[in-house]
């Protein structure tokens, strides 16, 4: 089993910035891809950035420029910069875990734009 525990998340202003971690623990060996995804009530939860083991990175067009997503040394940690943030990017984040072709997801991380 995976664990993700998510951070960072809260109320910000309008072209402000955040940074959300996932740490993720457990039987982590194998990890072939770490990312974000969001979510909004009544939708479907939409790819936000994505990271592979080798370092690709992949960004949903909406938030190319602005966000940025990365690991620390160990690959077992996952951040996602926001920079430029807008109201529309208000919203539930989960990170998610590809290991061993296996998906794992964290609890969701509230991200709430507005002055």
């Known amino acids: 089993q995976v664990q993700l525990v998510e951070s960072g998340g809260g109320l910000v202003q309008p072209g402000g910035s955040l940074r959300l971690s996932c740490a993720a623990s457990?039987?982590?060996?194998?990890?072939?891809?770490m990312g974000w995804y969001r979510q909004a009530p009544g939708k479907q939860r939409d790819l936000v950035a994505i990271?592979?083991?080798?370092?690709?990175?992949n960004y949903a067009d909406s938030v190319k420029g602005r966000f940025t997503i990365s690991t620390n040394s160990a690959k077992n940690t996952v951040y996602l910069q926001m920079n430029s943030l807008k109201a529309e990017d208000t919203t539930v984040y989960y990170c998610?875990?590809?290991?061993?072709?296996?998906?794992?997801w964290g609890q969701g991380t509230q991200v709430t734009v507005s002055s």
């Open positions: 998610n875990a590809l290991v061993n072709w296996h998906n794992y």
């Open positions: 457990g039987s982590i060996f194998g990890i072939m891809r």
């Open positions: 990271i592979s083991s080798s370092g690709v990175t």
